[in-house]
């Protein structure tokens, strides 16, 4: 423990409390600080910090987790979607039973448009 000089007021003489009426040396006051306390305090403050924070960022783990899942589950949907064209099923057809489109693109390569041919020029 730590002692603090506190004030160096004048708190009577010895064997005096009222100060009054007596000389003598004066009294100094001092107080004592326990450091232990106040760090443990604000430890405790800090721990429920600490703790706010190791959970969001479990969650934001979680979150992350489950983003994961959901584009493998996607994929695999997408996939499952082109296999379903391939056997012979057509968008409307799936449609029909249930079964939409999936919002993700199928994976490989995007197809190529052919280009249009410019009208041939007339001759006058």
């Known amino acids: 423990m730590y002692s603090l000089l506190c004030s160096t007021r004048l708190s009577g003489y ?3 409390h009222s100060g009054a009426g007596h000389v003598g040396t004066p009294i100094l006051q001092t107080m ?3 450091t ?4 443990a305090a604000a430890r405790a403050l800090l721990d429920d910090k600490i ?13 992350a987790d489950r983003r994961a899942q959901l584009d493998e589950a996607e994929r695999a ?3 499952a979607y082109a296999a379903a064209q391939r056997a012979g099923w057509t968008p409307e ?3 029909k039973v249930g079964l939409d489109a999936p919002t993700r693109k199928a994976p490989g390569r995007p197809r190529r448009t052919r280009p249009t041919t410019p009208p ?5």
């Open 14 to 16: 010895p064997g005096n």
């Open 32 to 34: 004592t600080i326990d």
């Open 36 to 39: 232990t306390h106040i760090e």
């Open 51 to 63: 703790g706010a924070v190791r959970d969001l960022a479990a969650t934001r783990q979680t979150v």
């Open 77 to 79: 949907d997408t996939t």
């Open 93 to 95: 057809e799936l449609k």
């Open 120 to 124: 041939s020029p007339t001759t006058s």
